[in-house]
């Protein structure tokens, strides 16, 4: 049962400053909400009266639609932003477009932007909860929340786990929210990838540089695969997309040397046949749809908790609207 | 002018090597004496009991936007900035709008420094016409019209060719080259330093390597073309192994650091302060003692500000679109005090020479001693004294610092150019 004494900060804008008391409140308030989407009927009054803005400076779908979905099955009022068709088109800063929503008196915001820092930017000038929706190269702490979730319903618990995170850590913010969430949780995390796209003193943050997609194959229970960018082929990271799926694409013929059945772990959207073969997205490991569906419960959990939600209520809302 | 006679002071010359209690007396703009019971009846006496006197500082290397950014800062506004910071003399960049590139252009920062009548500015002409990279600017019409040495600083000077033909050509005229030492190849579109921090804050960092391959360029062209070369804003513990090898095969290689490269480290850019992005970027603990290290031993000759100003609206954004830099004349000699005199790293007459007489030595320029004769440019400070760092107190147009609110050693009571009083508090 969640721990009602924890409680979260004004904003989510990372997994780093989270306790692992404060990630397990999240991912055990998540659990009733989980419910509420399979029922005819998908809406409790959680958020009834809340006004909330999803400010999407960048493009996205699959975050902003979950986003959308799981204010409306709380209830709440929402009001989508985009940068292009905006202010911000017309040269409107950051700061500005911050204090106009502050003078509309607002709840929360959701806010996905190109720069990292930009959420944390946000919370620091305006009352209004900010939740982190992906900013830059920094964090991407609701999908972090997802993957752990995810991997807790099908391991039960993720103390112990070993988790390779593979691909383009350089450049990923779901690669740092995973890192962060689950050496927090005691899993042990490893990063593989060519050595172009992996960070600077990554080994720092308590994970292990794996070289070869082989090794980490070998060693993982879980591999959470990330979306090569193809932009990193002109910027001169890998030489080409052919070469990065040979050397280290996750492919069933790899797979099958395992020890153990892996794990099969992708934020989407995936670039088959590059970073993935599609016998393994759509094989029987892979848990890319059920981490699409988890990330609308996490969401949940954590606008209702930041709206001051305790996770006593979060149980009792579910149950309360069965009768 | 009335003469001057500052009483009782802790008269630190590095230039003579002397330290001691002393009264200077100040006659016509020059040190008419310094010696024990001046009297002076029809002199203004100052008491600088408690106080130390010394050459008034030199900055080698700020930013005076003047012209182009006067909305930022003026030669007016910046020469009163040093002048309050215990500066009697700075040197200007050339990467104004237009560029310093011309002789008028150097002409128009003398007029204006002239007209200001604070602290002297000595402009620092371009390498290459508009900091291009590609054609040389004309440096003896430069040094005809004032100024002292030459700089495309803010941009590096990417071809070694260009560099080279600069180090030659520097020396007709007896003038240093002062070059940013960054290979943009290695920094393109980083903003702190490339580490942990940078790693957990997702953004992209400017490894060490960057400055370092052109500091060893630059020392190697200077082996080659026998020319001085004065490397900027040195960051790296990198840097100053490769200057202090430079400097024990006898080159004509002299450096400086800033007081935030020698104050803080880049776990300062936590939380994404644009107020701690700056280019060289704020390096790890290691690279800051190396630094230190090499202010006390002479590896790096000087303390120069880099004062950039900028608008708060430049800097109250996203990290990634932050401009670099932030101001410095004002916070310096605190810094110096606070982070090497403080611990005990150097003594106040080290502290002296590396911000006022090695200033001079390097760069030629008069100043940084209280010799008899020489013109009557000093500072007195309270070393013990100490002030808050407030908006309202800086002198600087813009008030883009780390270092708001906190707590620092060191007043500034009075600087002195040719003995005029530029600065009192």
């Known amino acids: ?323 | 002018m009335r003469p001057l006679l500052l009483k009782g002071g802790r008269v630190i010359d590095p230039s003579r090597r002397t330290d001691g209690v002393a009264d200077v007396y100040v006659v016509d703009g020059r040190i008419e004496a310094v010696g024990m019971n001046i009297t002076a009846p029809d002199a203004e006496v100052i008491d600088a009991t408690g106080r130390v006197v010394a050459p008034g500082l030199i900055d080698l290397h700020v930013h005076l936007r003047e012209p182009g950014q006067e909305e930022l800062e003026t030669v007016a506004s910046g020469a009163m900035a040093a002048a309050a910071g215990g500066f009697s003399a700075v040197c200007a960049m050339p990467n104004t709008d237009p560029v310093t590139d011309n002789q008028a252009a150097v002409g128009f920062i003398v007029r204006q420094a002239m007209r200001a009548g604070k602290a002297r500015v000595y402009p620092i002409g371009a390498i290459s016409l508009g900091q291009k990279g590609q054609q040389l600017a004309e440096f003896g019409e430069m040094v005809g019209a004032g100024a002292v040495a030459v700089s495309d600083d803010g941009k590096p000077v990417v071809s070694s060719q260009l560099m080279r033909t600069a180090l030659e050509y520097a020396q007709t005229f007896g003038i240093p080259v002062a070059d940013h030492c960054e290979d943009p190849t290695l920094s393109a579109g980083g903003g702190m330093h490339e580490g942990l921090v940078s790693t957990r804050l997702g953004l992209k960092g400017i490894p060490s390597a960057a400055e370092e391959i052109m500091v060893a360029r630059d020392i190697i062209l200077a082996e080659l073309t026998g020319g001085h070369i004065h490397l900027c804003h040195m960051s790296t513990r990198g840097s100053v192994d490769l200057i202090r090898r430079a400097k024990e095969k006898g080159l004509r290689v002299t450096a400086e650091a800033t007081p935030h490269h020698f104050a803080l480290t880049h776990d300062r850019v936590e939380g994404y302060d644009t107020n701690a992005k700056m280019n060289p970027p704020l390096r790890e603990d290691a690279d800051r003692e190396a630094i230190r290290q090499a202010l006390k031993d002479g590896t790096i000759d000087v303390i120069a500000s880099d004062h950039a100003p900028h608008h708060y609206d430049a800097k109250e954004r996203e990290f990634d679109d932050a401009p670099n830099g932030i101001i410095g004349l004002e916070t310096a000699l605190s810094l110096a005090l606070r982070e090497l005199v403080g611990p005990g790293l150097l003594t106040l007459p080290e502290l002296i020479d590396r911000m006022s007489t090695a200033a001079a030595r390097i760069f030629r320029l008069p100043g940084g001693t209280l010799a008899v004769g020489a013109p009557a440019d000093l500072v007195m400070f309270d070393p013990a004294a100490r002030w808050v760092v407030e908006k309202d107190r800086i002198q600087s147009k813009s008030r883009n610092t780390p270092f708001l609110g906190e707590t620092m050693p060191g007043v500034v009571e009075l600087t002195l150019v040719d003995g005029q009083v530029v600065f009192r508090r």
């Not at chain 1, 820092?117 to 000038?125: I, V």
Request: hydrophobic share 40%; charged share 25%; net charge neutral.
């Open chain 1, 1 to 323: 049962m969640p721990d009602v004494s924890t409680t979260l900060p004004k904003d989510l804008v990372g997994l780093e400053p989270l306790s692992r008391d404060q990630i397990q409140l999240i991912l055990d308030t998540a659990e009733p909400f989980k419910e509420v989407s399979e029922r005819q009927i998908k809406k409790v009054p959680a958020l009834r009266g809340k006004t909330i803005v999803n400010l999407f400076f960048e493009a996205s779908t699959r975050t902003r639609i979950s986003f959308e979905f799981a204010e409306k099955r709380l209830s709440a009022d929402t009001v989508n932003v985009a940068a292009s068709g905006s202010s911000v088109s017309k040269g409107e800063t950051l700061v500005d477009t911050a204090r106009n929503l502050e003078a509309m008196r607002i709840d929360m915001v959701v806010i996905r932007h190109q720069a990292s820092g930009a959420a944390q930017f946000l919370g620091k000038r305006i009352r209004s909860n900010v939740i982190n929706a992906g900013d830059g190269k920094h964090e991407h702490p609701t999908q972090g929340l997802l993957d752990l979730l995810t991997l807790r319903d099908k391991f039960g618990k993720i103390e112990g786990l070993k988790v390779a995170i593979c691909g383009d850590v350089l450049h990923s913010r779901v690669a740092r929210s995973n890192i962060w969430g689950l050496t927090k949780l005691g899993a042990e995390v490893a990063v593989c990838g060519p050595a172009t796209l992996l960070p600077r003193d990554i080994r720092e943050l308590g994970v292990t540089v794996l070289p070869r997609i082989e090794d980490a194959i070998q060693w993982a229970d879980a591999l959470n695969i990330l979306r090569l960018q193809l932009e990193r082929m002109q910027a001169g990271f890998i030489p080409s997309l052919r070469e990065y799926n040979r050397v280290f694409g996750v492919t069933s013929e790899r797979l099958a040397r395992a020890p153990k059945d892996l794990v099969i772990l992708h934020p989407g959207p995936m670039n088959r046949g590059v970073e993935i073969d599609s016998d393994v997205a759509d094989g029987p490991h892979s848990v890319i749809l059920p981490q699409v569906t988890n990330g609308v419960a996490v969401r949940m959990a954590v606008l209702y908790l930041l709206a001051g939600g305790s996770p006593d209520w979060a149980t009792a809302t579910s149950r309360s609207d069965e009768r």
